[in-house]
């Protein structure tokens, strides 16, 4: 798979509590000249950055973010207010506590809600991998699924674990035709970057394969330097 395939397929991503804007306006500027998905970025610059690319770029944001128990009203409101600050994609997270309690009618009411409140842009909805048995990944499908939503995600990358093949060949196994998969946390290399993507994954969340471009096209740089 070509380097520009992938990432194709990156929300190149910046979430740490201390973003700045020169900082997001540079993985905006990456993700214009490398044609990523989108940048995913804290919503608080969520209008910033979409005055900033225009129609250059997607902007994603996150919502509920990193620990999902915030309440339903909560949530749909952040979700409203980042569209209407421009955004083009919300990742949501649900209630870790429901999914335990295995309440699962109100899970899939809540992200129905959320999905309501984003106006037709895309929801990807975030259910944290790393925290639940198999059984409850394969219920969340379900949920998922069944919700309106428009992709499922492993992870935060803010917990104990981020994406693995497993979870996404889990998903694959579980969700509805309709439901696209994320992977997302600790994606460090091109080969497990393409391997998600063989296994089912249309997104991968991370900032490292950009990285991994930029790195890439230095080197090419310093090679042609040194020959003449």
């Known amino acids: ?3 520009k395939e992938i990432l194709a397929k990156c929300d190149h991503t910046l979430l740490a509590q201390t973003a700045t804007w020169e900082q997001i306006r540079e993985i905006c500027e990456d993700g214009m000249k490398y044609q990523t998905a989108s940048v995913c970025i804290p919503a608080s610059y969520v209008k910033q950055a979409k005055a900033y690319v225009g129609e250059k770029l997607p902007i994603c944001t996150v919502i509920g973010f990193p620990n999902g128990y915030a309440t339903t009203a909560a949530k749909c409101f ?4 980042a569209v209407d600050n421009g955004a083009d994609e919300v990742d949501m997270f649900i209630n870790i506590g429901w999914a335990k309690d295995g309440k699962w009618d109100d899970i899939t009411a809540e992200i129905a809600a959320i999905k309501a409140a984003c106006k037709g842009k895309l929801l ?3 259910i944290e991998t790393c925290l639940l048995t198999d059984q409850e990944k394969i219920a969340l499908c379900k949920c998922v699924s069944d919700s309106g939503a428009d992709y499922i995600k492993t992870s935060t990358g803010f917990s104990k674990a981020g994406a693995t093949f497993h979870d996404v060949e889990l998903f694959a196994a579980h969700v509805a035709p309709h439901v696209k998969i994320k992977a997302a946390g600790g994606i460090s290399s091109l080969e497990d ?3 998600f993507i063989e296994l089912g994954a249309s997104r991968l969340g991370t900032s490292r394969i950009v ?3 930029k790195a890439m096209e230095a080197g090419k740089q310093a090679q042609n330097d040194g020959s003449y």
């Open 1 to 3: 798979m070509e380097l």
């Open 78 to 81: 952040m979700a409203s207010d």
């Open 124 to 126: 990807k909805v975030i």
């Open 193 to 195: 970057a393409e391997k």
């Open 211 to 213: 990285k991994l471009a």
